[in-house]
Protein backbone atom coordinates (compact mmCIF):
# COMPACT_ATOMS: atom_id res chain seq x y z
CA UNK A 1 0.00 0.00 0.00
CA UNK A 2 1.29 3.39 -0.64
CA UNK A 3 1.56 5.94 2.13
CA UNK A 4 2.07 9.10 0.09
CA UNK A 5 3.04 10.01 -3.09
CA UNK A 6 3.60 13.55 -4.29
CA UNK A 7 5.13 16.10 -7.27
CA UNK A 8 7.85 18.54 -7.73
CA UNK A 9 6.60 22.26 -8.60
CA UNK A 10 8.58 25.20 -10.35
CA UNK A 11 5.91 27.53 -9.28
CA UNK A 12 4.72 26.68 -5.51
CA UNK A 13 2.73 29.03 -4.59
CA UNK A 14 0.83 28.78 -8.01
CA UNK A 15 0.86 24.56 -7.47
CA UNK A 16 -0.86 24.86 -4.29
CA UNK A 17 -3.66 27.09 -5.48
CA UNK A 18 -3.82 24.65 -8.35
CA UNK A 19 -4.05 21.51 -6.76
CA UNK A 20 -6.60 23.33 -3.64
CA UNK A 21 -8.94 24.12 -6.26
CA UNK A 22 -8.61 20.57 -8.37
CA UNK A 23 -8.80 18.06 -5.55
CA UNK A 24 -11.42 19.99 -3.51
CA UNK A 25 -14.32 18.32 -4.81
CA UNK A 26 -12.68 14.72 -4.17
CA UNK A 27 -12.42 15.86 -0.46
CA UNK A 28 -8.89 16.85 -0.42
CA UNK A 29 -7.45 19.90 1.21
CA UNK A 30 -3.59 20.92 2.66
CA UNK A 31 -3.07 19.54 5.95
CA UNK A 32 0.26 20.25 6.29
CA UNK A 33 2.28 22.64 4.97
CA UNK A 34 6.21 23.82 6.20
CA UNK A 35 8.51 26.33 4.64
CA UNK A 36 11.60 25.98 3.16
CA UNK A 37 13.23 27.13 6.40
CA UNK A 38 12.00 24.04 7.97
CA UNK A 39 12.75 21.64 5.71
CA UNK A 40 16.41 23.13 4.75
CA UNK A 41 15.31 23.81 0.84
CA UNK A 42 11.93 24.05 -0.10
CA UNK A 43 8.21 24.84 0.32
CA UNK A 44 6.28 21.90 0.75
CA UNK A 45 2.48 21.44 1.30
CA UNK A 46 0.66 18.09 2.13
CA UNK A 47 -2.93 17.23 0.65
CA UNK A 48 -5.11 14.88 1.78
CA UNK A 49 -8.30 13.86 3.37
CA UNK A 50 -7.65 14.42 6.84
CA UNK A 51 -6.56 13.39 9.42
CA UNK A 52 -3.29 12.88 7.24
CA UNK A 53 -1.56 14.16 3.76
CA UNK A 54 -0.97 11.41 1.38
CA UNK A 55 -0.08 13.71 -1.77
CA UNK A 56 2.56 16.14 -1.39
CA UNK A 57 3.99 19.23 -3.78
CA UNK A 58 7.58 20.30 -2.70
CA UNK A 59 8.92 23.62 -4.33
CA UNK A 60 11.95 23.45 -6.76
CA UNK A 61 12.49 21.91 -10.10
CA UNK A 62 9.67 19.90 -11.76
CA UNK A 63 10.00 16.36 -12.21
CA UNK A 64 11.31 15.68 -15.95
CA UNK A 65 9.62 13.92 -17.55
CA UNK A 66 6.45 15.21 -15.84
CA UNK A 67 4.51 11.98 -14.02
CA UNK A 68 1.36 10.49 -13.68
CA UNK A 69 -0.93 10.62 -10.27
CA UNK A 70 -4.52 9.32 -9.84
CA UNK A 71 -6.80 9.83 -7.22
CA UNK A 72 -9.44 7.40 -7.10
CA UNK A 73 -12.50 8.04 -5.84
CA UNK A 74 -16.13 6.48 -5.77
CA UNK A 75 -18.45 8.09 -8.01
CA UNK A 76 -18.19 9.14 -11.72
CA UNK A 77 -19.58 12.78 -10.30
CA UNK A 78 -16.65 13.13 -8.09
CA UNK A 79 -14.35 11.72 -11.24
CA UNK A 80 -16.52 15.30 -13.42
CA UNK A 81 -16.36 17.49 -10.70
CA UNK A 82 -12.96 16.96 -10.23
CA UNK A 83 -12.27 17.52 -13.92
CA UNK A 84 -14.54 20.72 -14.13
CA UNK A 85 -12.49 21.97 -10.73
CA UNK A 86 -9.26 21.48 -12.01
CA UNK A 87 -10.32 23.29 -15.53
CA UNK A 88 -11.48 26.24 -13.41
CA UNK A 89 -8.26 26.36 -11.24
CA UNK A 90 -5.87 26.96 -14.61
CA UNK A 91 -5.39 23.14 -15.82
CA UNK A 92 -5.11 21.97 -19.38
CA UNK A 93 -7.03 19.16 -21.17
CA UNK A 94 -5.58 16.38 -21.30
CA UNK A 95 -8.74 13.62 -21.56
CA UNK A 96 -12.18 14.96 -20.21
CA UNK A 97 -14.35 12.47 -17.89
CA UNK A 98 -15.13 9.70 -19.96
CA UNK A 99 -15.14 5.31 -19.98
CA UNK A 100 -11.77 4.27 -20.71
CA UNK A 101 -12.91 0.64 -22.06
CA UNK A 102 -9.43 -0.34 -23.17
CA UNK A 103 -8.50 -0.33 -19.07
CA UNK A 104 -11.60 -2.20 -18.14
CA UNK A 105 -15.66 -1.91 -18.95
CA UNK A 106 -16.43 0.66 -15.84
CA UNK A 107 -12.94 2.91 -15.86
CA UNK A 108 -14.19 6.46 -16.02
CA UNK A 109 -11.69 8.86 -15.95
CA UNK A 110 -10.35 12.21 -16.51
CA UNK A 111 -6.91 13.70 -16.96
CA UNK A 112 -6.10 17.56 -16.87
CA UNK A 113 -1.99 19.01 -16.84
CA UNK A 114 -1.16 21.08 -13.58
CA UNK A 115 0.83 23.84 -14.48
CA UNK A 116 3.94 21.81 -14.76
CA UNK A 117 2.33 19.30 -17.26
CA UNK A 118 2.17 16.73 -14.82
CA UNK A 119 -1.16 14.12 -15.78
CA UNK A 120 -3.42 14.23 -13.22
CA UNK A 121 -6.54 11.61 -12.74
CA UNK A 122 -9.41 11.39 -11.11
CA UNK A 123 -10.57 7.79 -11.19
CA UNK A 124 -13.69 5.59 -10.77
CA UNK A 125 -13.84 2.25 -10.96
CA UNK A 126 -17.61 1.33 -10.22
CA UNK A 127 -20.65 1.02 -12.09
CA UNK A 128 -22.76 3.71 -12.63
Request: aromatic share 10%.
Amino acid sequence: MIDHTGVTVSNFAKSKSFYTAALKPIGYAVLKEFPASVTGGADVAGLGVAPMPDFWILGGEPNKPPIHIAFRVTTRALVDAFYAAAIEAGGIDNGPPGIRAHYHPNYYGAFVRDPDGHNIEAVCHEAP
